[in-house]
C-alpha cells in the first residue's frame, strides 16, 4: 500500500554567527528560520485520528515545544565560539539574554540533523527536517541520511 506524507511547519526568530566563516555569515546576524518536519505513514484506521498519518497539533507540539521554545528571539553560539562566548560575558546584562550555546556549529545544515535527531523518538514516522535560513536558502536532513 502507498505511504501518505504529511508535513508541519513552524517559524522563529533567532541569532547566530558562522565562526571562520570566509564571508559575512562570520558576523553575528539573525534570521526568520523556518522548520518543516515532514511524517510519512499508513492512514491510522482508528481512534480520534482515523484516516490521518498523525494528528498535525501532535506535530505542532513538539515543534513548538523542542524548536521554537529552545531557539525563538535567542542567541545561538558554538560552544568553542570563544570570541562571540567572550563579548557576551562582558556585558552587564548578560544574565537576562537568552544565548543557546550548542555542540554543533549554527548552520542551517548541522540545526537540520539536530532537530531531526531530538524529534524522531517524539514523532512517529519522521521522515525529514527542513531548516530555512531564508526564503531561498534551505537544509534538508531526511531520514537516510544516516545511512
Not at 570566509?22 to 553575528?28: D, F, L, Q, Y
Not at 546576524?29 to 510519512?40: I, Q
Not at 563579548?87 to 555542540?103: P, T, Y
Request: aromatic fraction near 10%.
Amino acid at each position: 500500500m502507498r505511504k501518505f506524507s504529511v508535513s508541519k511547519e513552524i517559524e522563529f526568530d533567532a541569532g547566530h554567527r558562522v565562526p571562520d566563516h570566509a564571508s559575512k555569515c562570520r558576523n553575528p546576524h539573525g534570521h526568520r528560520y523556518k522548520v518543516r518536519a515532514h511524517v510519512v505513514g499508513d492512514l491510522q484506521t482508528e481512534g480520534s485520528s482515523t484516516g490521518m498519518v498523525i494528528d498535525f497539533g501532535d506535530i505542532k507540539k513538539q515543534l513548538t515545544e523542542k524548536v521554537h521554545d529552545v531557539f525563538d528571539h535567542g542567541f545561538i553560539v558554538h560552544e568553542e565560539d570563544y570570541s562571540m562566548l567572550r563579548a557576551f560575558a562582558s556585558s552587564d546584562e548578560v544574565d537576562s539574554w537568552k544565548i543557546i550555546v550548542v555542540q554543533w556549529v549554527p548552520t542551517a545544515e548541522n540545526m537540520a540533523k539536530w532537530i531531526y535527531e531530538v524529534l524522531t523518538p517524539l514523532i512517529p514516522g519522521l521522515w525529514a527536517i527542513e531548516v530555512y535560513e531564508t526564503p531561498t536558502s534551505i537544509a534538508f536532513y531526511p531520514a537516510d541520511a544516516e545511512q
